[in-house]
């Protein structure tokens, strides 16, 4: 008789979707740190996922963590170079740490993709608000 073919188990990044998922719960909660959890969890399930990396990048901004923050938006970029909460975030982070030259080149390039979120960003980079819209 031959021996039974072992059952496949779902892949690991088959969970990184759930996973992300579950981090973007949490930080509407405002857990922030089980949100940094969930979005890292994510990540070590699949690196290819630009959702995980800014919702990390913004659970970090939220603790105050800005330079893991930046290299967690900077992740983001790369794998969606016109992502646009990714890039609010990052000019957010910019404002934070006072680095308005920064902020103001991140609004050039968010302005061509969402106006909404450009707005929100200019005004924090005036001195208007001091976070985003969302989360």
Sequence with gaps: ????KPTSSPSLADGAP???????????????SG??????????ADRQIPEAWNGLGHALKRQQRYDAALVAYDEALKLRPDYPQALEYLGETYVELGRLDDARDVLARLEKLDRPMAERLA???????????SW
Excluded: H, Y
Excluded at 35 to 44: M, P, Y
Excluded at 123 to 133: N, P
């Design 1 to 4: 008789m031959p021996e039974p």
């Design 18 to 32: 759930r996973l992300t998922n579950e981090g973007l719960a949490l930080s509407n909660a405002g857990d922030w």
């Design 35 to 44: 949100a940094e959890n969930k979005f890292r969890a994510a990540i070590r």
């Design 123 to 133: 005004k924090s980079i005036a001195g208007e608000t001091s976070q985003t819209a």
